[in-house]
């Protein structure tokens, strides 16, 4: 659907910017500013909350710091407004880092309840500091000017606004469709699947609060300059809810959406301000009624926001097309892409020693021992409850040891986090599948490619990175090929069968370029054909040197394709040798196996 709505998102953005040369009352023009104003504030929160999964009360407290920093800088020092944009976003990025950096830590409903508390801690500053002029705020403030033309018009300044509101459109577009916005499109996802892939999160996390921060303070600069004024009201804990109201009604996880919000609730805060005392009689922010109403209405009809519901109308008269295309070619320079050299055949790969897994009194993980040597396919397998789980979770990192060791290609592992771990060549697929359902296949693949690549997100936002991104996703389509999935490329990944996010999640794990390749019960939901294609794919990496280690409980499909099977129950290892000796031990038959030949 993102392609068929291509031209719907641009017919729209070109008609706010043709906006201001109709013959429309100058009350609309101060309308469609401030629509401009409260849409860059709102992308922030799309990139945050939506897209992040960050929530944040807090961003009004941002458009204040960008306000009341060039309010300052022009009145008091009497400094151009063009050094005050700098300047406040300067003091902006410093201020988010350093809460970002505490901030994003939390989780749950902690995180929206500490914005609340840095948000109002902000709005009081601004409000009783005597040099930015307490709850009178600061006056005075030049207008912009560029080579002595004044700005000051509100028609020439709504040509600046959307002009910026353009821009930041575009590096986020730009910022999303890349290697960097993988990363901060997986955020969502939690923490587990991410780390698996080298993202390092909490960086992620800092780096959209800031850019958040950012769009804030650059509408605040704005905002002061249309003004004239600024004083701490339009900075509180009610504007930056509303604000999070504008993202929700557009559409929070859609970059449009926040557009589509903000002029849904601008418009219709005004006309109901007119519309609610004539009928009521009275005066009063009755509106604000109406938007609690509205809130609880769209979020039990359509909690995706409008712009999904306006998307679909559209797509049914245009048909959606595939927006991101890998190359048919490899792209130059594809050779030159990072490539773990393969051990020697034989090789000591994994060595686990006494391991062991406690959770308070509960031991998971009861002093396991085995090893993996280079090109060779061992299944781990067991009841359900063995701790087969958490011993995977141990080997890549999502959980530490709590005694014991573990050493891969001789370097101790057991105490490094997942990131670490994925960079010295162990990659993985999961139990539950963690996809993000509405990327397409190849989207979702080549997040296993990140840490083959090295743009940064500035480089990506201004489309300095485009090389780089064709040779990682044409890395990403020839490991989706070779799963077997190529047809389904440009798929919506959630749309799969669930035995076919499996083979996805083989195919992203292949993008890390492992030399060990865990795999958490790969044939679950696979039909016969599929097992088959999924044992010929394995024996091939055996054959390139690659060394696997499985979870499964389709023991036909083990017994067929391990070289060695390690056995477990409640968390220990009862048994380890040949398939065939394991099929005939009598402590895993009456354990596990149960008699089946």
């Known amino acids: 659907m993102k392609m068929s709505t291509k031209k719907l998102q641009w017919l729209m953005f070109g008609w706010f910017f043709v906006f201001p040369f109709l013959p429309v009352p100058g009350y609309w023009i101060t309308i469609g500013n401030y629509i401009g104003l409260y849409s860059i504030v709102a992308l922030g929160l799309v990139l945050l909350t939506g897209i992040g999964g960050l929530t944040s009360f807090g961003q009004a407290a941002f458009v204040g710091l960008g306000a009341y920093t060039t309010a300052y800088l022009s009145t008091t020092l009497g400094w151009s407004p063009w050094v ?60 912009l000017s560029v080579f002595g033309i004044d700005l000051s018009s509100p028609r020439v300044m709504y040509g600046v606004i959307w002009l910026c509101l353009g821009g930041c459109l575009m590096l986020v577009l730009n910022l999303l ?23 390092h999160t909490a960086q992620y996390k800092i780096l959209i609060f800031v850019l958040a921060a950012l769009m804030a303070s650059l509408s605040g600069w704005l ?70 109403v509205m809130i609880v209405l769209l979020l039990l009809w359509s909690r995706d926001g409008l ?32 490539r773990r050299a393969r051990p020697q055949a034989g090789a000591l790969i994994l060595e686990v020693s006494d391991a062991r897994k406690q959770f308070g009194g509960l031991v998971a993980v009861k002093d396991m021992a085995f090893e993996i040597r280079a090109g060779e396919v061992v ?83 201004l489309r300095l990175d485009r090389h780089e991104e064709a040779r990682l996703l044409f890395l990403a389509a020839e490991q989706i090929r070779r799963v077997g999935l190529g047809e389904y490329m440009h798929t919506p990944a959630g749309s799969l069968a669930l035995g076919q996010q499996r083979i996805l999640e083989i195919a992203r794990a292949l993008c890390t370029d492992p030399t060990l ?80 030949e």
């Open 177 to 199: 469709n890349s290697r960097p916005g993988r990363a901060i499109r997986a955020l969502a996802k939690g923490k587990t699947m991410p780390e698996a892939m080298g993202i």
């Open 307 to 338: 712009w999904p519901w306006v998307a679909s109308v559209w797509a049914k008269f245009h048909p959606p097309e595939p927006e991101v295309v890998a190359p048919a070619i490899a792209p130059d320079g594809y050779s030159d892409l990072p």
């Open 223 to 292: 905002y002061a300059h249309l003004q004239r004024s600024v004083s701490a009201t339009p900075f509180g804990l009610h504007m930056g809810i509303e604000y999070l109201f504008m993202a929700v009604v557009g559409g929070v996880g859609h970059v449009w959406g926040a557009i589509l919000g903000a002029v849904v609730m601008t418009g219709l805060k005004s006309q109901l301000q007119d519309l609610l005392p004539l009928l009521l009689g009275s005066n009063g922010n009755f509106e604000i009624v109406v938007f609690g």
């Open 84 to 143: 005050g944009l700098g300047a406040g976003l300067v003091v902006s990025g410093l201020a988010a880092a350093l809460i970002g950096s505490v901030t994003v830590r939390l989780s749950g409903h902690f995180l929206p309840l500490a914005t609340i508390a840095w948000g109002l801690s902000l709005y009081y500053l601004f409000g009783t500091i005597e040099f930015l002029g307490k709850y009178d705020g600061l006056s005075g403030i030049p207008a």
């Open 517 to 596: 390749l865990l795999l958490d019960e790969p044939a679950a939901g696979l039909r016969l054909k599929e097992k088959e294609a999924l044992a010929d794919l394995i024996r091939q990496l055996k054959g390139e040197g690659m060394s696997v280690l499985l979870v499964e409980h389709d023991m036909d499909f083990v017994m067929g394709l391990t070289d060695r099977l390690v056995v477990m129950e409640f968390g220990s290892k009862i048994a380890e040798g040949l398939p065939a000796e394991i099929q005939n031990n009598e402590a895993v038959l009456a354990a596990y196996l149960g008699g089946v």
């Open 379 to 461: 299944g781990l397998i067991g009841p359900n409850g063995a701790g087969k789980s958490t011993m995977f979770n141990l080997v890549t990192g999502v959980l530490p040891a709590t005694s014991g060791e573990i050493r891969f290609c001789g370097e101790r592992i057991d105490q490094l986090d997942s990131r670490h771990i994925v960079r010295m060549g162990i990659g993985r697929s999961f139990q539950h599948v963690h996809l993000i359902p509405q990327l397409s296949v190849l989207e979702n693949v080549a997040m296993g490619a990140h840490l083959r690549g090295r743009s940064s997100p500035l480089a990506a936002a």
